[in-house]
């Protein structure tokens, strides 16, 4: 599960709209990613999306229910932050199991779950140390560990690499694509970098004033941009 539908929603700060009446549609366990320039509108989208922010008008729908109106706690989904947001004196055991704990998941289960994370992100090794004897790729995997273990229907992501230096940014995309496939679940990624969005995308949705200038395959894009703006932005070539 993991299928989520925009129906002409919109967004408006104060008499500002940020989001005009915007149609989308993201395929259960697609990794699709939101690509435009900084201020277009990407993060706004995706708190929509979470439930961080109130849409002015339209519905939001996962997996065929209205989730317009409930809670961010409510939709199933997992918002990955960037690694500052973790707790630097808790342990990394501590910091994935958080949300469970929030929760008042069962400990047993909890322990299940952190263990499973870990494994899958190969962060076994380091489950007792705290973030700051962490690297920063190490760092970030506990961040998505943190939303894994909710098992939510759908991973989003805000820029989740932008603090990290060019090298370690390209392992990490290696690796949230790597997740991808191992989880199968549905993710949507905002970023402003136009190699993140080609190499890691199913499907992308190129932003522009709050307005979908495009959505298809990065192949797509690339050889049937739509106009001299996605051209520009993807680097096609037309
Ligand atoms: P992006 O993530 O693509 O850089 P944002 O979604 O953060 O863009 O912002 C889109 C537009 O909405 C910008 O013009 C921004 O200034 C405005 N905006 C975002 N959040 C708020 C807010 N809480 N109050 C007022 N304006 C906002
Ligand atoms: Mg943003």
Redesign the pocket.
Known sequence: MGRITLDKVTKS??E?E?IPPLDLTIEDGEFTVFV??????????L?LIAGL?DTTSGQIRIDGNDATQLPPAKRGLAMVFQSYALYPHMSVRKNIAFPLKMAKMDQVEIDRRVDNAASVLNLADYIDRKPGQLSGGQRQRVAIGRAIVREPSAFLF?EPLSNLDAALRVGMRMEISELHKKLATTMIY?T?DQVEAMTMADKIVV?RA?NIEQVGSPLELYREPRNLFVAGFIGSPK
Do not use: A, I, N, Q
């Not at 435009?36 to 989208?45: D, E, I, N, Q």
């Open positions: 700060f104060g500002t940020v435009g320039p900084s201020g277009c509108g990407k993060s706004t989208l708190r922010e805000d905002v402003h932003l709050g």
